[in-house]
């Protein structure tokens, strides 16, 4: 079996296959790498390559999520394998809600759901992120610099948020250009080499482009999982589940960044997809 666009994380070769959707690999707090050799049994997890770091495919063509999940499950529904569950983590939950629709719709048996801390991006998270990058190059640019780029995101933050979801991928890609002019001008300020500011802007250009690909998922589908499959929530302490999504269905006392490398966490995930592969 071929899964030429997904990296596969464990923890076993060729085991009933779990489909995982996170930003990917690199990230401050634990993803899914962390939590497949914790599980036992005979499991693969597998995640897209389509949100690694500076990947072409990070925007996704014009950044719609039904076109991408039609696709992986079109991919999936080749390979002539039973998927027993789809995960997602933060903003990723609503991209694993449909693409278990996907899957279904594919003809394939409904998979196990599951949300961990489930959250949804939207114009002001996207701003956020670019606002909290632009603060780490203070003392390399002079003020003026950063505060033009501060009042170019603000601008760009009102058009998209008067457009609503589809301006999104607008939203992430005129924030992304901006912020590799000043990483690169900042770089030059420090003595680096133009490669370091080109990793940086790579980075989070592919991270904003996956925010506004997640936030662009129809308001619905969250709403719709339970009603038509099996759906666990799965939530670290003080995490506000949205409403969209439902309550949730377990609840862990670990720090969200720790949520998907707690042995705790990994114990109930491999009894679930136990369940799952015995229904």
């Known amino acids: 079996m ?4 997904w990296r596969r994380l464990g923890p076993a070769e060729g085991g009933t296959t779990v489909l995982t959707i996170d930003f990917g690999p690199g990230r401050a707090t634990a993803g899914f790498g962390e939590l497949a050799p914790r599980l036992t049994g ?10 690694t770091t500076g990947s072409a495919a990070g925007t996704a063509g014009n950044g719609d999520p039904q ?4 696709e992986w499950a079109a991919h999936t529904a080749a390979q002539g394998t039973k998927v027993a569950a789809v995960t997602g983590y933060c903003s990723g939950s609503t ?3 449909a693409l278990a629709d996907a899957l279904q719709e594919q003809g394939l048996p409904r998979p196990l759901l599951i949300m961990f801390d489930p959250d949804a991006a939207d114009a002001g998270l996207i701003h956020d992120y670019y606002t909290t990058a632009l603060r780490s190059f203070e003392g390399f640019l002079p003020d003026a610099e950063l505060e033009r780029a501060g009042d170019l995101g603000s601008r ?12 999104l991928t607008a939203l992430a890609r005129e924030l992304g250009s901006e912020y590799e002019r000043v990483a690169s001008a900042a770089c030059r300020a420090a003595g680096m ?9 790579e980075r989070l250009g592919t991270f904003l482009g ?16 339970t009603a038509r499959g099996p759906v666990e929530l799965i939530v670290s302490r003080q995490q506000t589940v949205p409403a ?3 309550v949730a269905t377990r609840t862990f006392d670990v720090a969200r960044a720790a949520l998907l490398d707690d042995q705790a966490v990994a114990d109930t995930v491999t009894a679930l997809l136990e369940r799952e592969a015995a229904r």
């Open 156 to 167: 760009v933050l009102s058009a998209a948020a008067a457009a609503g979801p589809n301006g």
């Open 42 to 51: 005979d499991w693969t997890l597998w995640e897209p390559r389509t949100f």
């Open 95 to 97: 991209l694993a809600c």
């Open 2 to 5: 071929t899964w030429s666009n």
């Open 193 to 201: 080499g133009p490669e370091y500011g080109r990793q940086l802007s």
């Open 244 to 246: 969209r999504f439902g």
């Open 210 to 225: 996956y925010l506004a690909i997640t936030g662009r998922v129809e308001d619905s589908v969250p709403e719709r999982a």
């Open 67 to 70: 076109e991408l999940v039609r």
